[in-house]
Structure formats: C-alpha cells, structure tokens
C-alpha cells in the first residue's frame, strides 16, 4: 500500500486562487520531504526540500513566495500555491523517505493542478 | 553539482523481449546512489531498483536488473521479458551526500511496448 499520501489529486481552479497540496507519510515519520513540479512530458524538478520544524531550502528559482511550504508535523508537509496563475499548471509531486542516500523516496500520487 | 543524462527520449520494443534503458551520471561525490523509477500515464512515481556506489554487485529485483559500470558512470536499466504493462516513462536518479538526499533525475525515456 501507499507509504506517502498526497491530497488532492486534482484541482481546477480560478486564477487568483491559493491552492493547498498536503503531503503525509502514513506509517514513518518524515523530518524531510521533497517537493517536485513536472511539466508535461518533461522530468521532475526539485523545487525544494521540506524540513520539518524549520524553514524550507528553495531550490534556485523557485519563488519562496509563491510557493509556501510548511512541515508542522513529522507526517505532514503542505505546499500553498498562492495566487496561481495559468503559468502555475503543472504536476506537483511530493517525497519522503527514511534516512540515508541508498534509501529510497517514497512518492505520492501528484496534484494535477489547473489554473484557468 | 550531479548531473544525469538520459539519451534516448523514446524506444519501442516487442513483447517478450528485453530492453536497455541507458542512463550515465556525473558528480564529485565518492558516496552516491542510483535509482530507477517507473512513471506509468496516471502520473505515481513507482521505484523500481537501486544501485549504491560501493556496491560490488550489479542490483537486481525481479525482471529488473540495473548494469552498473562505475568508471564509465553508467547504470543502464535492463528490463527482461518485456510485458505490455511495460509501457511508461523510465527515469534514472542519484542521490549524494553532498546532495543531502536529493533526487537528481534525468529527462527520461518514454517505453512503449508493442504486442
């Protein structure tokens, strides 16, 4: 089953609007997810990585804010896309994993996010 | 900084038989880990295999097998017994200390599997 839950799935919504992405681990504790946006048959790109009980690391380019990220919880990381903009459509995906590089990054599901 | 390079944006292949997926990487890092992932039309991100840097052995984990050729920086994924199932966007990965976990990922290979 899935070990990293990402909600919703899909939005479509006005331009102007902030939309929330919620990412939970669902049986490990995460102090660290990473969050990745994916245009349409391109790869994924890390936005920025996720660090529970402090502030987020942006990855060059990335508007801080613009895209708000908190991690309040060992489980929990949100992503706020504010004012979204039809520019802002993508696929945002999120990760989380135990410790260690030979482990591997459990993902969630993406958010399909459109903005009209 | 790492880099991955995956040089073959689409590939068609039979059913049954096995393919390649070519995947060379670059960094500075002595400690490092290699990673495959499957990302099938609906969009999840499915691991599939993981190679480390000290490994002495090339990783396998059911019909996957990743050829690990350390001082070429390739980890080419082998898929034996191609299945329609196949079909989807494999990308290759790295992970280094010096990255702090990150996921570097390639660009991708689009597998289609023809019956």
Redesign the interface.
């Known amino acids: 089953g899935a070990v990293v839950s990402q909600h919703p799935s899909r939005v479509i919504c006005k331009s102007g609007t902030s939309v929330k992405i919620e990412c939970r681990s669902l049986d490990f504790q995460a102090t660290?997810m990473?969050w990745y946006r994916q245009f349409p048959k391109?790869?994924?790109?890390?936005m920025a990585?996720s660090n529970e009980g402090s502030k987020a690391t942006y990855e060059q380019g990335v508007e801080k804010d613009k895209f708000l990220i908190n991690h309040a919880s060992l489980t929990l990381s949100t992503l706020t896309v504010t004012s979204a903009h039809p520019e802002d459509s993508s696929?945002y995906?999120c990760?989380a994993?135990d410790?260690?590089?030979?482990q591997?990054?459990?993902?969630?599901?993406?958010t399909?996010l459109s903005i009209l | 900084a790492q880099k991955i390079t995956q040089t073959q944006p689409g590939m068609f292949v039979q059913e049954k038989e096995a393919v390649t997926l070519d995947c060379t990487y670059d960094t500075s890092d002595p400690?490092?880990?290699l990673?495959w992932?499957k990302q099938p039309s609906?969009?999840?991100?499915i691991?599939l295999i993981?190679q480390?840097s000290y490994d002495q052995q090339n990783a396998t984990e059911g019909r996957y097998s990743l050829n690990f050729q350390k001082a070429r920086k390739s980890a080419n994924l082998v898929i034996s017994a191609s299945q329609l199932g196949d079909s989807a966007m494999y990308?290759c990965a790295m992970?280094?200390?010096f990255?702090?976990?990150?996921?570097?990922?390639?660009?991708?290979t689009r597998l289609t599997i023809i019956p």
């Open positions: 660290t990473f391109q790869s994924l790109m890390l990585t696929f995906i990760s994993g410790r260690g590089i030979s591997p990054q459990h993902f969630g599901d993406g399909r | 400690s490092y880990g990673f992932y609906s969009g999840e991100m691991f993981y480390g990308f992970t280094s200390n990255g702090n976990e990150k996921l570097t990922f390639g660009t991708g």
